[in-house]
């Protein structure tokens, strides 16, 4: 038997494509009624269109403005996950500041100014779900990784606030952290990608850390244990791992 969704009505910041929409159509098949954001108004229209009971609302998560002006637009919502996100791979030795600054500015100020909208909302209600999507590349430093890793790692420590914060409260705080999926972003890699996931596997698996109700799942496995395990181990040894695309 399906475990119930721990709520009636999502609203998905990245949901147009990639990971966040392969989540939309997830949930709206397991029957929760959805609030669609990104900043490409065209695709979230298409995919409203297509689902149960969705709308469309864009949004960019850079401008508090923005964010402010969406969250009022999407009106009563007891479900939020954080799904939007900015990638390029860069290495210390081929510095780029504005994509640095644009990755920080999404991942992490963006995923802030989100919260900043929701988590007051849940808190007055004493309700909510909380998914803040990170990555494994949050865990510890790795190659070309400058600006990425960094703005993952703040989002998933974010979480960890949250979740001892609001532990006396009902609001349900998670994260989850891919590793590799198929998505136009992470089609700008030049190095092979191990156990690389078609968008709708992993939000198989988000789906799957949102039913078990646990704080933090990484996937996929075994890939996801060299993260995991890696955290506990010297940073020489860990980064060993991935002297090949150094």
């Given at each position: ?179 590799f999926i198929k998505t136009r972003l992470t089609e700008k890699n030049d190095f092979k990608m191990p156990q690389l996931m078609e968008p709708e596997t992993a939000a198989e698996h988000v789906l799957y850390a ?37």
């Amino acid at each position: 038997m399906t475990k119930s969704l721990p709520a009636k009505r999502y609203w998905i910041i990245g949901a147009s494509e990639g990971l966040g929409r392969a989540l939309a159509e997830a949930l709206d098949a397991r029957g929760a009624a959805l609030v669609l954001s990104a900043r490409s108004g065209d695709k979230l229209e298409a995919l409203a269109g297509q689902l149960r009971d969705a709308k469309a609302v864009t949004v960019d998560v850079t401008d508090p403005a923005s964010v402010a002006r969406a969250a009022e637009e999407a009106g009563d919502f007891d479900g939020f996950i954080y799904c939007a996100g900015a990638y390029d791979p860069m290495k210390a030795t081929a510095w780029d500041g504005d994509a640095a600054r644009l990755m920080v500015n999404t991942n992490i100020t963006g995923g802030l100014n989100a919260l900043g909208e929701v988590v007051p909302r849940f808190v007055e209600k004493n309700t909510g779900h909380i998914m803040l999507i990170g990555s494994l590349s949050g865990f510890r430093g790795l190659p070309g990784a400058v600006g990425y890793g960094l703005s993952k790692a703040a989002l998933m420590h974010t979480a960890e606030n949250l979740r001892i914060d609001l532990s006396k409260t009902d609001i349900l705080v998670q994260r989850a952290n891919p590793g590799f999926i198929k998505t136009r972003l992470t089609e700008k890699n030049d190095f092979k990608m191990p156990q690389l996931m078609e968008p709708e596997t992993a939000a198989e698996h988000v789906l799957y850390a949102i039913d078990k109700r646990r704080f933090s799942y990484s996937f996929p496995k075994p890939f996801s244990l060299i993260f995991t395990v890696g955290q506990h181990l010297p940073l020489s040894w860990f980064q060993g791992f991935f002297k090949g695309l150094v």
